[in-house]
């Protein structure tokens, strides 16, 4: 029967089944909402930024493991109430592995994959967390069951092998020998299907067997990552069961692999970012997964009925393995792992589109048949014929002495094969046995050695890797580092690790650490250099990212949970020692103008926060890189933009950046997030190499275009001033002193400029010109030119003498931005720019441009064989003078003004208004001057020729004159309360805010304030009073008041 099965292939479609896990702390924090929801096996899902209906797919099975559940007391997830809409790992097992189970029985291959993005749920899914046992640990213990239930009727023989891919080499996780540099082999089996050469197959009978190789094999993995400097989620875990079935009554032997898959992380797959980096993607850590999608892709058209030329199974690694799962002969289940999260609608769709191509491709399943029991079949037959004939040639006498002779020869020859094959199994077994015994035995002393000793506990990004490792404190002094020369060294490795990194010294049931000289141990996010005592869950930080927990004497563990101390724990507490923190980030947001509400965190913000405490073990890896690779680069992250803002005063939005600095010519370059990870992934693949082929100094250096810490050098963006441009608007003209900001808020220069409204031919406007009411500037021409002086006290000069800066801002609408030209060598350049300016019909939006904004002047940095910033002419229109038209459209977006919210903006929109109302006044004023005027010509023709009145001919513009002086110094006292509120703003408390530092900020903070409310009150009423005396003095000279 079997045998038919065999022949008869049948079509038969992956079955595709999605879930959706709960929400993690990191969605938790940014009070994430979930855009996924499930209605039988139909998921849906909204686009958080769209209203566009949502969408729908449907799978063989989608489950809703989202919410409605509870812990049971056993630590198990089950429904919240019975039959509930919760999907429990028991009823995914009942849907899912029941299904393959089954097939591996009756003799197919079956092969279950787990996709999805990292922390979606695959390994929660496919090897589970505690009690919460995944998929395949609960699919061996039903598939011994079902060899013990069916004893009767067959043998069954179970062989484990485990492994990962990274970076297309294939690592054995069951290996007891050391790794074979480049990985393991995978070679083809008669052109059709291919294995991994020297792959470790362990015999197995039992469930906690199987658990027991897991767990060697998680632990190997664990360690590779650290050996490989890999990160998990970009590598694939295999794990091949192989069932062998002997059915002795009817000589039917059934053979089936089991391929289960926990597959990288998906979003790998996709560009790293929009913009392109000089050197390639790290392809080879995306090919294996990349070549999936494409093999996919290639059999869901072959599936539509589409001409398929090619599909392309032998260009990654895992295709070759995957290939009889892929189209072929296989039972194949595909379990998809989405985050319900609306920050990770992108890749949860992008997970959902992949299911939906996976779930039409068709394989072949077929039942297998072994060829080695098919030679026991064989020569039993062929014994028994033997025999037959044996008995017939007794019968005939001794005439066929030799025949027999030669038979019998024959026939033990076949009973040694058999009984030879039969052996093997057994004597594996054997083997399997007593290395199994061992692990147990070390299982055991590990866990005695729990309750007895203090420990390190490894603490991995990946949860599936954390807490794997645990490396004892016993009694006395012990060497922690590379080194294992010593029967009182602890062996670790890891970027970063000296030789002898530290001393752990246990005396007296109290624990010591104490760093080696030069090397790198972070406890708590301080780093240390003395003795140091460690209590029980102290986070240490050895090299550049190896993480440990420290667990303290039984006696002191207490009930606590220690699973709050994850790998984000450790960034975070980190980060904050270099004083980013989640809270500050977000206040400096809230006491911004973009109307949030305390307490509401904003998303990108968050994005930030994680983004940076993501990216920081990263860079201390490169650095750790760079320096063992002699590269002479330093890595150093850096929030963009964390003090700057833009045209309207608002703050910028805050992007990652990571500044590398050469550290011999102090040449220095500013890298996106999206190319420092491309560019982590190439280091790592030169570091390997460095690291295989060890003592290679001999090495041909790498030539600088391929070299990944390498790159041409920019210019690049110190920072910026604000020069406002409200005193444009009267025709006030303005010079000003501005502090060039760096993007954290430090000082980078000191810029002279001025702003001198003037003629059409570029005469500089008097006082008489001087505009009480802006709006008269309306449809009128408008004049004006900046001029930049000098810039002074710049720090990136200061720094190195062999650099030059240049100045880049672009005004109102211009199409592109002006730059001045490069000025090298010194610290205080004359720059001597001066640009005219003109606005041939001046707009709405101008004037309100003018009285709101300010011009964000860019101060650039050069260095050393990096090009100029030029400013282009495409685009840009002048005047026949050659003077920078702009306020080219109209733009009549009044609704563009933000309001101020904080208080402090409240002050200044009452200010604003205050010096509106002054101009009304100055607006009846002036219709009083203008019939005082009048008056006075009237009487000055009634008296004639007259000598000329110098008194008279002074008053008009003397008046106008005065109070457009009392203005010019309003707003350079304005100027300055501005500066004081920037201050205000930036001023937060710091990070350890203990009472006493809360107190200290508060004193400091009300200071200012005050300081503040002086300046603007010492302005306003400055104001007052000159306006005051004006109008005084106007009275009294047209005699209206004696
Ligand atoms: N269905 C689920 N129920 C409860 N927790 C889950 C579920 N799926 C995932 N998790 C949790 O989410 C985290 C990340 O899951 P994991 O399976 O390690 O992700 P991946 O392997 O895809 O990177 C783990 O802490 C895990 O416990
Ligand atoms: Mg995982």
Redesign the pocket.
Known sequence: MGDRAAVMPGKDCVKVAV?V??F?KREKDAGSRCVISVVSNIITIQDPRSVQVPRSFCFDYAYW?HSGFTRDCSGL?VPEEPGGRYADQDSVFQDLGKGILENALQGYNATLLAY?Q????????MVG?GPNKGLVPTLCDRLFQAIRANQDSRQCQVFFSMLEIYNEQVVDLLSRGSRAPGGLRVREEQQRSFYVEGLRRVPCDSAPQVEQLMEQGTRARTTAATHMNANS?RSHMLIILQLKQIFSKESITKQSNINLV?LA?SERQRASGSEADRLKEGTAINLSLTTLGHVISALADVAAGKKVVHIPYRDSVLTKLLQSALGGNSRTVMIA?LSPADICYEESMSTLRYADRAKRIQNRPVVNESPTERLVKELKAENARLVQRLSRLGHEGRRAEDETMELRRLLTHNELQIRAIQMLWEQHQQEALKDWEQQYAAITQERRMMQMHPYLLNINE???LSGVVKLFIQDGDWDMGLSDSSPRSISIKGLGIQDRHAVFSNVQRRVYLTPMVGSKVIVNGTLISQKTELQHLDRLILGSNSTYLFIGYPSERGGDDWSRYDYDYFQSELAAAKGIHLHTLCEEETKGDLGLCPGNTNPSLLAVFYDYIKLMPMVADANQMSQELQKGVEFKLEIKNLALSDSKGHDLEKVLAIRVTSQENKQVWLWSKAKFVNRKFLMEELYQQHVEITGGPDRAPMPRDRDPFWDPLEPLLLGSAHLWLQSLAFRISLEEQLEVLGSEGTEEAILQVQLLPCSPTGLPLGEDDILIDPSLLLGKRLDFQLVLDQCCGIRWVKQARNRGIQIGFRMYDSARPFYTPAVWHSINPLLGQRVHFTALHTSQGLLEHLQTSALVLELWGLQEGCSDLESSEVGVRKTPDGFFIIDQTEVADTAAIVPPVSEVSCSMRALQLYVEELGNTNAVLRTENNTLKEQLNTARTEGGRGRPDRRDSSVRPSCEAEFARALKVFYHSMTSVRGQLQRLRRNRPSEDSDLMALRLFVEEQSGLLCDFSVMHEQSVSALKQDVAAIVRRKRERSGIWP
């Open positions: 879930r896990r709960p993690n493991s997830y999805g990292t922390g979606s749920g695959k390994s929660y899914s967390y989620s926990d992380g792992a990946d949860t599936q």
